[in-house]
C-alpha cells in the first residue's frame, strides 16, 4: 500500500506552451527541479489532450500560437472549462490592455510581456505555486479530516454526539470568529476544531498550537512572529501562527496555560484583529477564527485568579462541551468495533472480533482517558493478541475488575487507597505521575493530558522525583 504524499511531499506539474521550439526547451529547462515536472507542447490542441490525460497546475501560455493559427484566449477558455482549478500565465510580445483585461476575465492568473526574464518569471512562478500549494494543502486536510470523522466515528450514534455533530456544522457555517471547545483529555476537541474549519469552507490553512508546550516568551513569538533584531537570537524576521492561519483558522490547546501577560496581548489582537510582530511598529491585520480549547473549567480559572474575566467572555461566545465517553456508553462497543478492525487493517493483526464478555467489561468500564484510551487500549490489544478473538484475560486487570477513578479525579490518584496508611502527599504524587507514565508508555504529553497539569509542569516533576529523562 503506498503511503499518501502530503502537499509538501508532492510534485507540481507545469505545462509550457509554445510554437517556438527555443522557447520551449529554454522555459523547460530553466523551470524544471526535483519537485516541479515540465511538460511542453506546440499547440492549444496538444496542450488540452495534456491537460485531459495527466493533473497540470500550472500552464504558460503564449497568447498567439502562429503556427497552429490558434488563439491563446480560446485555449485559455478552454483550459478554464475542462480544468477551472489549473492557472494559467499568458505570455505576448503584442501586449494590448484590452486583451489583458479579456485574459484577466477568463481567469488568468499573471499576463506578462515577452521577452520575459527567467528571474522576473520565477517570481510568478513562486507566487502561483505558493496559491497552488495552498489549495492543495487545504484539499489534503479536508480529505483527510473528511475520512478521520466518517472513519473513527467520533461522534458515535448516541443522541448526544449527533446533537454535538448538528450544532458544530452550524457554528462552522455561521462564519464565528471566536469559538471554546471545552471536555475532558481524549475527547476529541481537536479533531472537531478541525471540522469547525473545514466544514466553513476555509481559504486559508489549519494551524494548530498547544499552549503548555512552550515558554511563556517562546509561545509569544510563535503566535505574533517576530522580526529581524527582535532578541539575541532573532537573525531574520518570522511570520507568527496568527498571520499563517490568514483566511483560515488557528486552535489554541490547551488555553488555560497560558501566562496572563500573553493572555491580555490576545485579547487585543482578538479585539483589534490586528497585531504588531515582537521588536515590529507596523499592524498586522489578518482574518482568522480562533478556535480555543481546554479541559479545565475557565470559569473557575477566573475566579481563582489565574485566567483573564473579559479573555473568557471573549472566548466563550460559542461555547461547545464535549461529553466524555463514560456520559454516552451507548457509543463505547462501536468505537471499540471500529478501532479493531482499523489497527487490524494497519498492524496486519489477527484480532477479528469481540467476545460478548469482554464486549460487556468494555462497556461498564469508565473510560477516564475517554477515545483516546480507548483507541490506545485496542491498537495494543491488536498488537500484542494471538488469537482471533478479544477475550476478557486479553483485557487489563483494571477493566475486568472494574476498578477506575471518578469522573475528574487525576490518574494515579487511586494508589492512596491501596494501603491502610497514610501516604506522604509527595510519596502520593510520584506514584500517580508514575502509574500515568506506565499507562501511557512514557509519552509525556499524554501523561500529561490525562493528570489534568502542563507538560512543562510535568517535567518539572519527574526531574524532582527521579523518574526518568525530562525529555
Known amino acids: 500500500m503506498s503511503e499518501e504524499k502530503t502537499p509538501v511531499e508532492l510534485e507540481y506539474t507545469l505545462l509550457v506552451v509554445d510554437d517556438e521550439e527555443s522557447i520551449r526547451v529554454t522555459l523547460a529547462e530553466a523551470l524544471k527541479d526535483d519537485r516541479t515536472k ?40 478552454q483550459i478554464k472549462e475542462l480544468r477551472p482549478e489549473t492557472l494559467v500565465i499568458m505570455m505576448t510580445a503584442y501586449g494590448k490592455i484590452e486583451t489583458a483585461v479579456e485574459a484577466i476575465k477568463l481567469g488568468c492568473f499573471q499576463y506578462l510581456t515577452k521577452p520575459v526574464e527567467i528571474p522576473q518569471l520565477r517570481l510568478v512562478l513562486k507566487s502561483a505555486l505558493s496559491t497552488i500549494r495552498l489549495r492543495k494543502e487545504v484539499e489534503f486536510l479536508r480529505s483527510r479530516t473528511e475520512r478521520d470523522i466518517q472513519g473513527e466515528r467520533v461522534f458515535g450514534e448516541s443522541g448526544k454526539m449527533q446533537d454535538l455533530l448538528e450544532n458544530v456544522k452550524k457554528i462552522a457555517m455561521s462564519g464565528t470568529s471566536t469559538v471554546l471547545i471545552r471536555g ?37 513569538s510563535e503566535l505574533m512572529g517576530h522580526e529581524a533584531g527582535a532578541f539575541t537570537d532573532a537573525r531574520k524576521s518570522k511570520r507568527g501562527l496568527v498571520e499563517l492561519a490568514d483566511r483560515g483558522t488557528l486552535f489554541l490547546d490547551e488555553i488555560a496555560e497560558m501566562a496572563m501577560p500573553l493572555q491580555a496581548k490576545l485579547l487585543r489582537l482578538l479585539e483589534n484583529r490586528s497585531f504588531r510582530r515582537i521588536g515590529g ?23 481563582k485568579g489565574t485566567f483573564r474575566e473579559d479573555l473568557y467572555y471573549r472566548l466563550s461566545v460559542i461555547p461547545i462541551h464535549v461529553p466524555a465517553l463514560r456520559e454516552r456508553p451507548e457509543d463505547i462497543g462501536l468505537l471499540a468495533k471500529y478501532f479493531l478492525d482499523k489497527f487490524n487493517r494497519e498492524l496486519s493483526g489477527k484480532m477479528t472480533r469481540i467476545s460478548p464478555k469482554a464486549l460487556e467489561l468494555l462497556c461498564n468500564y469508565r ?46 490518584e487511586d494508589v492512596v487507597f491501596l494501603t491502610d496508611r497514610v501516604l506522604p502527599l509527595a510519596d502520593v504524587e510520584k506514584a500517580g505521575i508514575a502509574h500515568a ?35
Open 437 to 471: 507514565l506506565e499507562a501511557v508508555g512514557g509519552n509525556k504529553t499524554r501523561a500529561a493530558e490525562l493528570l489534568g497539569i502542563a507538560r512543562q509542569t510535568l517535567r518539572t516533576k519527574i526531574k524532582e522525583y527521579s523518574l526518568g529523562p525530562e525529555d
Open 38 to 77: 515540465v511538460l511542453t507542447s506546440a499547440t492549444g490542441f496538444g496542450a488540452l489532450e495534456l491537460i485531459d490525460q495527466e493533473t497540470v497546475d500550472l500552464v504558460l501560455l503564449d497568447q498567439n500560437l502562429k503556427e497552429s493559427g490558434e488563439s491563446g484566449l480560446d485555449v485559455l477558455r
Open 367 to 412: 473510560w477516564p482517558g475517554n477515545v483516546r484510551e480507548l483507541k490506545n487500549l485496542m491498537e495494543r490489544l491488536v498488537l500484542l493478541g494471538n488469537g482471533p478473538e478479544l477475550l476478557p484475560s486479553d483485557l487489563p486487570a483494571n477493566i475486568v475488575s472494574g476498578e477506575t477513578r471518578s469522573p475528574g479525579r487525576p490518574a494515579g
Open 184 to 220: 475532558e483529555t481524549g475527547t476529541g476537541k481537536e479533531l472537531i476544531a478541525r471540522m469547525l474549519h473545514f466544514w466553513g469552507d476555509p481559504k486559508g490553512a489549519f494551524v494548530d498550537i498547544n499552549c503548555a508546550a512552550f515558554p511563556d516568551n517562546l509561545l509569544e
Open 281 to 303: 511598529t507596523s499592524e498586522i491585520k489578518f482574518h482568522t477564527r480562533f478556535v480555543a480549547a481546554t479541559n479545565k473549567d475557565l470559569f473557575q480559572e477566573v475566579e
